[in-house]
């Protein structure tokens, strides 16, 4: 079992829509959660950066970690066609030791926004 | 500021063929890494560098070797390239590696092995 799953889709959605994209993990050490925006051909990119549980909003995305549950999400809202990418969950334990700057990724939604 | 490099784009190996793929940046980050894209698999950790002269092993570092003499450079190595080595190789670096800082990303190496 991969410690951190996350459903391929793939997503299409229209213009305007809301968007909900979402990660579970087994592994209870992951304090650092983060989504990542990967384009067509190119390298990921950090989109939202979370420590813990919380809400955490920058603009129309909205980060959402629930540790007692072992669930993370991403909200779009207001969805583009520039929005249009692979959305990626990662996470990592606690700085120091093995686990130093290491990410675990999920395995990335696809997501459409048609016009 | 050109940030992380990586060469070539994109690559054809025959099985047991030798090659290195580069990886450059030029934001004197200290931690270096390197991963590997697969379907449903997402990105994989190979190897990392926290520094010049210092690397470990990731969560899949059979069939790569890595050395790191510059802070600038961290090259992957295959020494004798396998099928199941097909794959999109992406380097990463960071200011000193700790988990809260932004890894950057280069643009991907795309790797077929046949």
């Known amino acids: 079992q991969k410690e951190v799953e996350q459903d391929p889709g793939p997503l299409s959605v229209p213009e305007g829509a809301i968007v909900s994209l979402n990660c579970t993990y087994s592994n209870s050490a992951f304090q650092y959660f983060m989504w990542y925006r990967q384009y067509s051909r190119k390298g990921p990119e950090l989109l939202m950066y979370?420590?813990?549980?919380g809400n955490k909003e920058d603009g129309r995305f909205t980060a959402q970690v629930d540790k007692s549950s072992k669930y993370i999400s991403l909200f779009i809202r207001d969805s583009q066609p520039s929005d249009s990418a692979t959305y990626l969950c990662?996470?990592?334990?606690?700085?120091?030791?093995?686990?130093?700057?290491?990410?675990?990724f999920g395995q990335g939604t696809i997501l459409t926004v048609h016009p | 500021n050109a940030g992380v490099t990586q060469t070539p784009k994109f690559q054809v190996l025959k099985t047991g063929q030798s090659m290195t793929l580069q990886c450059a940046q030029d934001?004197?980050?200290?931690?270096m890494s390197w991963y590997r894209q697969d379907p449903g698999m997402g990105l994989r950790l190979i190897h990392y560098?926290?520094?010049?002269?210092?690397?470990d092993q990731g969560e899949v570092p059979n069939g790569y070797n890595v050395s790191r003499s510059t802070t600038e450079d961290f090259p992957l190595r295959l020494l004798s390239a396998a099928p199941s080595q097909t794959s999109v190789y992406f380097c990463?670096?960071?200011?000193?590696?700790?988990?809260?800082?932004?890894?950057?990303f280069g643009p991907g190496t795309r790797l077929l092995v046949l």
């Open positions: 979370t420590y813990s549980s």
């Open positions: 990662a996470m990592s334990a606690n700085a120091g030791g093995t686990s130093y700057g290491k990410l675990t």
């Open positions: 934001m004197n980050h200290e931690y």
């Open positions: 560098s926290v520094g010049a002269g210092i690397t």
């Open positions: 990463a670096s960071s200011l000193s590696g700790t988990t809260s800082e932004t890894q950057y």
